[in-house]
């Protein structure tokens, strides 16, 4: 008879090995893509950034918070503020401990486990100096209480439109679901487009992407490995389409007036990610790195 427990003790060393992997790979990448930058005049001759890593934890955390919930755990920041990247946060950790009763009521098996959950994932969120270059967000993570899933996805928020990028954005993440089951990209694709929308402005972030949660196939023929390769896919997915985006126009001058209409954009990022982001209302009531979690938030931003 398999041994569930031990099953779930080496699928979460791999997911945390995976999460910390990736943002080495992506990391080192975004690094390159700041030597490779021309001075031109828009940009001037700030030098290239390198990313900070900033370790946290919570380890003697055996109090609740002020959610009630317990946290234990932690993870590590990795910033970068650079020429090319305005800022650039690329965040993994790894968590466990137990909701609020109240809280539990929201989690898929969290009451059959008493509260008691893990949790690990990465997130990724770019604010580009150029307006031409795209914003972009990735997450990924997988969950455990009586039961395991995963969830995330990516989506993109040009500042300026761009026909081409929205199509090619949108094929790499079809062509990733449709590796894995071509239910996916049609699903995912709605789903993001119904989540990341401003329901008291009546407009979507941005140009979409995918969102998915709750992924777990094992009652469809599936099962984890299936589902966790799915989820590799998606940040290997971002790592190749995003640096081609950014290298399509990070050379090009832009004008003071494509910088005012960036920062105005930002606004609505802003309002986004405070007022209706899952991730964040998650983390802030579970007593997350507050540090961290606010990392999606751009550094200048205006309102009209």
């Excluded at 290239?48 to 317990?70: C, L, T, V, Y």
């Excluded at 126009?249 to 209706?276: D, S």
Aim: net charge negative.
């Amino acid at each position: 008879m398999t041994d569930i427990t031990t099953d779930w003790t080496h699928r979460k060393k791999q997911a945390t090995q995976w999460f910390k992997t990736l943002r080495d790979d992506i990391c080192t990448e975004f690094e390159a893509i700041e030597t490779e930058l021309n001075e031109t005049e828009s940009h001037g001759d700030k030098p290239a950034g390198n990313f900070e890593r900033k370790p946290w934890n919570r380890e003697n955390s055996d109090e609740p918070n002020h959610s009630g919930s317990i946290l234990k755990g932690g993870g590590e920041i990795s910033l970068m503020r650079g020429r090319v990247f305005e800022k650039v946060g690329v965040n993994i950790s790894e968590v466990y401990g137990s909701f609020s009763p109240e809280f539990a009521d929201k989690i898929p098996g969290a009451k059959e486990s008493n509260g008691e959950f893990w949790a690990a994932g990465i997130s990724l969120v770019a604010h580009m100096q150029s307006p031409l270059v795209p914003a972009v967000h990735m997450n990924t993570r997988m969950i455990v209480t009586s039961k395991g899933w995963f969830g995330g996805g990516s989506d993109l928020t040009p500042m300026i439109k761009n026909t081409q990028d929205t199509n090619d954005f949108h094929a790499a993440f079809k062509s990733c679901c449709d590796k894995h089951d071509p239910a996916y990209y049609p699903e995912y694709k709605a789903w993001c487009d119904r989540y990341f929308y401003l329901p008291h402005r009546d407009e979507p972030r941005g140009i979409g992407g995918i969102f998915y949660d709750y992924l777990d196939s094992s009652d469809k023929g599936g099962g984890w490995d299936k589902d966790f390769a799915f989820t590799q896919d998606v940040g290997k997915t971002l790592l190749d389409i995003y640096p081609q985006l950014i290298r399509r126009h990070m050379h090009k001058e832009w004008t003071a007036e494509q910088r005012e209409a960036q920062l105005i954009k930002r606004g609505r990022y802003v309002e986004y990610n405070l007022l209706h982001d899952r991730g964040t209302q998650f983390g802030l009531k579970t007593g997350g790195n507050t540090e961290a979690i606010l990392m999606s938030l751009p550094p200048e931003v205006k309102w009209p």
